[in-house]
């Protein structure tokens, strides 16, 4: 359970990430600006963190690490 004051949960609720799916899905309606609730394979669609984290561990989609991300911070 999320801590409302905590500001890493907040943070990651909010925080979108660039991610490429890697398999079509149809049915999601991700993208705001299609007409159609199909994504076919190769599509770069902005997701809040939470949900780019869990399609990733299902191996649906890779996820583009924003370059402030780097090497340096991450360790």
Known sequence: ???YYDI???SIEE???LVTFQ???SGVGIDP???SDFIETG???ELPFWLAHELKLRQAVSVNVPSYFNQKVRV
């Open 23 to 25: 398999k079509a899905a």
């Open 43 to 45: 599509s770069k669609v």
């Open 1 to 3: 359970m999320a801590k």
């Open 15 to 17: 925080e979108h990430v």
């Open 8 to 10: 890493n949960d907040i």
């Open 33 to 35: 600006g299609s007409e």
